[in-house]
Nanobody, 124 residues
Framework: QVQLVESGGGLVQAGGSLRLSCAVSARTFITYAMAWFRQAPGKERDFVARINRSGRSTYYADSVKGRFTISRDNAINTVYLQMNSLKPADTAVYYC?????????????????WGQGTQVTVSS
């Protein structure tokens, strides 16, 4: 069974930074592609960033490109999302997700395992 636990959310002023972490309990973490999604109140859950098994390939939503960086440490079963130059529009609950599919799946339904989410609030 795969369990994901996010941490690192909080309240930050616009222009500030946060780093989210996602600890994954899985015997074979390296076999999972990982991603971050976010959901603002009253909106659908949207893709933010994803990373392949090795960490060599990453993809970002246009809205966060150049500001957010996804990375993973396969030695400690953890994936990160470094968020810089935060904007009020980045306010949302951020979810970590894992997929056993080959490559770096793009669709939300490709990810079978999800964390409980961590709140990020950016004040203006």
């Amino acid at each position: 069974q795969v369990q994901l636990v996010e941490s690192g959310g909080g309240l930050v002023q616009a222009g500030g930074s946060l780093r989210l972490s996602c600890a994954v309990s899985a015997r074979t973490f390296i076999t999972y592609a990982m991603a971050w999604f976010r959901q603002a109140p009253g909106k659908e859950r949207d893709f933010v960033a994803r990373i392949n098994r090795s960490g060599r390939s990453t993809y970002y939503a246009d809205s966060v490109k150049g500001r957010f960086t996804i990375s993973r440490d396969n030695a400690i079963n953890t994936v990160y999302l470094q968020m810089n130059s935060l904007k009020p529009a980045d306010t949302a609950v951020y979810y970590c997700a894992a997929s056993a599919q080959v490559g770096t799946p793009a669709g939300i339904y490709d990810y079978a395992y999800w964390g409980q989410g961590t709140q990020v609030t950016v004040s203006s």
